[in-house]
């Protein structure tokens, strides 16, 4: 008998040593889990923070356009512009974190902010014409973008409604730019 307890010591070391392990790779998946989901709302944030910056930038160049010289515009266009390719950066973060719904709505939103930073190359009378649709199409987009993250972090479901009434007015004011 004085020999069964060293077997029986060296099992429960062998199993105590394997449930360590257990425990060492399930909390490293959670770190890493962790840190993906951290990343993925700091890019969803930037992407987003990207689109209001690039929005407002053009739309203040596009109330002053009559009072501004043609090199004041293009500052205006290149610094709207170079908002839009910071959000192009994000957008290949977004691409290996987020699901490919998050990443076609980010999608919409970045071509949506591209056609309205256009708007400051073209005919001034025209880009005030169009200002408004636009703002509404990145509007509709945005929220399109905003729900699918929304869902992808599965937050509580009152998070996630999106005003329909809204979308549905922005959609209508949106559809006279098409």
């Known amino acids: 008998m004085t020999?069964?307890?060293?077997?029986?010591?060296?099992?429960?070391?062998?199993?105590?040593?394997?449930?360590?392990?257990?425990?060492?790779?399930?909390?490293?998946?959670?770190?890493?889990?962790?840190?993906?989901?951290?990343?993925?709302?700091?890019?969803?944030?930037?992407f987003l923070d990207a689109s209001f910056?690039?929005?407002?930038?053009?739309?203040?160049?596009?109330?002053?356009i009559d009072d501004l010289s043609h090199g004041e515009v293009d500052d205006i266009y290149r610094r709207a512009h170079d908002v839009e390719l910071r959000m192009q950066e994000v957008q290949t973060r977004l691409r290996l974190l987020a699901t490919p719904e998050i990443v076609d709505a980010a999608q919409e939103v970045r071509v949506v902010c591209k056609?309205?930073?256009?708007?400051?190359?073209?005919?001034?009378?025209?880009?005030?014409?169009?200002?408004?649709?636009?703002?509404?199409?990145?509007?509709v987009a945005r929220y399109q973008f905003i729900g699918a993250s929304k869902n992808a972090l599965a937050l509580p479901r009152s998070w996630r409604r999106v005003p329909r009434s809204l979308i549905r007015k922005a959609q209508e004011r949106a559809v006279k730019l098409d």
Do not use: H
């Not at 889990?33 to 969803?44: F, M, P, Y």
């Not at 910056?53 to 203040?60: E, H, L, M, P, S």
């Open 115 to 139: 056609r309205y930073c256009g708007l400051l190359k073209g005919d001034p009378a025209t880009a005030k014409v169009n200002d408004a649709p636009l703002r509404d199409q990145l509007w």
């Open 53 to 64: 910056t690039c929005k407002a930038i053009v739309k203040d160049g596009i109330r002053m």
């Open 3 to 46: 020999n069964v307890a060293p077997v029986v010591s060296a099992v429960a070391a062998t199993i105590a040593a394997i449930f360590a392990g257990a425990g060492l790779v399930a909390a490293a998946r959670r770190e890493n889990t962790k840190w993906a989901r951290e990343e993925l709302v700091d890019s969803l944030s930037a």
